[in-house]
């Protein structure tokens, strides 16, 4: 594997966190790995990455709501060059607080950017801070995100969000969800089987439990799980003696490396 000869940009600003973490993670993998601060973003030629992260945490103190003051200035500040990124194929993956950013600047669910989001992700069912380990079944392994995978395979990973609850616009965004097969991982019971909203399995209320979709294209991807807290075995929750040498959100790591290199 020759993953060194691809970047990855990870984005940071004020309120964010796991950047260091999801750098760490990538160049575990062989990818050069650069944070950079939004402030200093419009420096940059994005089309000089092949891969460009929004990281979790709370970005600007997730006043208004999660992601938006972010989404707007992305919107903003990196529009026309985040849609040529988009048009070329090139990834895109939002965690957590990511997640939110992607959708309030209509990145998700479509195919490039739009002023008017068609997907949300709002408070907590619970109405409180949801902090634990989930278990996520993989929809769809037919992704740059999901290709280190089996179909109906259950990860491991934690959620620590506010405003998770995945919600649609309309009956109709979810049903195009559906047909597309944009839907890549759903909150499910430790064996598998559906969550059916059962709290804390689900842990925040989200429509048919949908964990993480992808665009139309496919190379943009938002997951509220995060898979750079579940990448070293050290990392999980239970174990003694040695510890398992990798969790869960490696897979998602070694998709994407997998896919440039297969692509690129």
Request: charged residues 25%.
């Amino acid at each position: 594997m020759n993953a060194n000869r691809f970047k990855a940009l990870v984005l940071r600003t004020g309120g964010t966190n796991c950047d260091l973490e999801t750098k760490v993670a990538l160049e575990e993998l062989g990818v050069k790995t650069e944070i950079v601060h939004m402030n200093s973003v419009e420096k940059k030629n994005l089309l000089e990455y092949h891969l460009i992260v929004f990281p979790g945490g709370f970005s600007y103190g997730d006043y208004v709501r999660a992601g938006a003051v972010w989404g707007k200035r992305v919107l903003a500040k990196l529009r026309t060059q985040l849609e040529k990124f988009i048009e070329e194929g090139r990834l895109i993956l939002g965690i957590c607080n990511g997640f939110q950013v992607l959708a309030e600047a209509g990145v998700l669910p479509g195919n490039g950017v739009s002023e008017t989001p068609s997907i949300a992700l709002a408070n907590n069912s619970s109405a409180k801070y949801e902090c634990r380990w989930v278990w996520i079944r993989v929809e769809n392994n037919e992704t740059p995100f999901t290709t280190a995978m089996r179909k109906g395979e259950v990860l491991r990973i934690p959620v620590g969000h506010a405003e998770g609850r995945f919600l649609t616009g309309s009956e109709e965004i979810l049903n195009e969800l559906k047909r597309n097969e944009q839907i890549l991982f759903r909150y499910v019971l430790p064996n598998g089987d559906d969550a059916n909203g059962l709290y804390p399995y689900n842990p925040n209320g989200s429509t048919y439990d949908i964990a993480g979709i992808c665009s139309k294209k496919g190379n943009v991807m938002g997951m509220m799980p995060h898979p750079e807290r579940a990448f070293f075995g050290w990392q999980l929750p239970e174990w003694s003696g040695r510890p398992p040498e990798r969790g869960d959100g490696w897979k998602i790591f070694k998709s994407i490396v997998d896919y440039l290199e297969s692509y690129r």
